[in-house]
């Protein structure tokens, strides 16, 4: 059985749970990077006997903008697809629900879903380490069950949590600064998603396109990339009730 693993994942976490869980199901993986703003998902060769995880982080509650307009552009060919939201630990509100519907719109047959939870990408001490190992056997616990499913052909239909009409989207408010430490290299503006980082200096972002995702910060070689103390301090207070208590994966069969 080949895997298609679709993956929006800007700093991480996304594909280090999708890949416990895709391993788990088989050792053929095909991985489409949704980060990749250059790729024509048009032209991504799904056939009906094959198998997608599609995995994304949920960003307010929501599948990410430029992912969602991504996913909408494969040709699932009714290819089957497991489904994966992962979250920083506070809640994964509509998002498995979006990315249900998001699915089915572009042709792939949804036969599971998983929630799992990574470290937080902006308040890293929320969920920090995780995927750790704990999730890695749970996620790979998943997987069997879900492999079992597709080996028995079962259409059994989803009930997913979330809410239709979704949660409004929220703007984008946390825009990584650069510091003295940054050499103009460009890799933060290769990197980046949605292109929202000037071609001529780095330090200039495009306010209407950046999400927040913390990419630029993530791969930047020097560490040369900030969200502002005060800013970072907000998120990590306003996070600390919802964030605290540890959260564990799901599974919807």
Same mark, same amino acid.
């Given at each position: 059985?080949?895997i298609?693993?679709?993956i929006?994942?800007?700093?991480?976490g996304?594909?280090?749970?999708?890949?416990?869980?895709?391993?788990?199901?088989?050792d053929?993986?095909l991985?489409?990077?949704?980060?990749n703003s250059?790729?024509?998902?048009?032209?991504?060769?799904?056939?009906?006997?094959?198998?997608?995880?599609?995995?994304?982080?949920?960003?307010?509650?929501r599948?990410?903008?430029?992912?969602r307009?991504?996913?909408?552009?494969?040709?699932?060919?009714?290819?089957?697809?497991?489904?994966?939201?992962?979250?920083?630990?506070?809640?994964?509100d509509?998002?498995?629900a979006?990315?249900?519907?998001?699915?089915?719109? #572009?042709?792939? &047959?949804?036969v599971?879903?998983?929630?799992a939870? +990574?470290?937080?990408?902006? %308040?890293?001490?929320?969920? *920090?380490?995780?995927?750790?190992a704990?999730?890695?056997e749970?996620?790979?616990?998943?997987?069997?069950?879900?492999?079992?499913?597709?080996?028995?052909g079962?259409s059994?239909?989803?009930s997913?949590?979330g809410?239709?009409?979704?949660?409004?989207?929220?703007?984008?408010?946390?825009?990584?600064?650069?510091?003295k430490?940054?050499?103009?290299?460009g890799l933060?503006?290769?990197?980046c998603?949605v292109?929202a980082?000037?071609?001529?200096n780095?330090?200039i972002?495009?306010?209407?396109?950046?999400? #927040?995702c913390? &990419?630029c910060?993530?791969?930047?070689?020097?560490? +040369?990339r900030?969200?502002? %103390?005060?800013?970072?301090? *907000?998120?990590n207070?306003a996070?600390?009730?919802?964030?605290?208590?540890?959260?564990?994966?799901?599974l919807?069969?």
């Open positions: 059985m080949r298609c693993e679709i929006f994942s800007p700093t991480g996304t594909k280090k749970a999708a890949d416990m869980l895709s391993q788990g199901l088989s053929e993986i991985t489409v990077d949704l980060t250059q790729t024509d998902f048009k032209q991504i060769p799904l056939a009906p006997e094959d198998t997608a995880v599609i995995a994304v982080p949920s960003y307010g509650g599948v990410p903008a430029p992912a307009d991504r996913i909408l552009k494969l040709k699932g060919n009714h290819a089957k697809a497991v489904l994966l939201c992962v979250y920083g630990n506070r809640a994964y509509d998002t498995l979006e990315l249900s519907d998001l699915a089915e719109q #572009s042709e792939f &047959r949804v599971a879903a998983v929630a939870v +990574a470290e937080h990408s902006i %308040a890293r001490r929320y969920a *920090a380490g995780r995927p750790d704990k999730d890695q749970t996620l790979r616990n998943f997987a069997q069950q879900i492999r079992k499913k597709l080996v028995m079962s059994q239909p989803l997913l949590p809410n239709r009409p979704y949660r409004k989207s929220g703007g984008a408010s946390l825009i990584p600064k650069i510091t430490a940054c050499t103009q290299c933060c503006r290769e990197k998603p292109q980082i000037s071609a001529r780095t330090g972002v495009n306010p209407r396109k950046c999400i #927040s913390m &990419r910060v993530s791969v930047c070689p020097r560490s +040369a900030k969200v502002s %103390a005060a800013k970072l301090l *907000a998120v207070l996070l600390q009730s919802a964030c605290s208590r540890r959260k564990e994966c799901e919807f069969l």
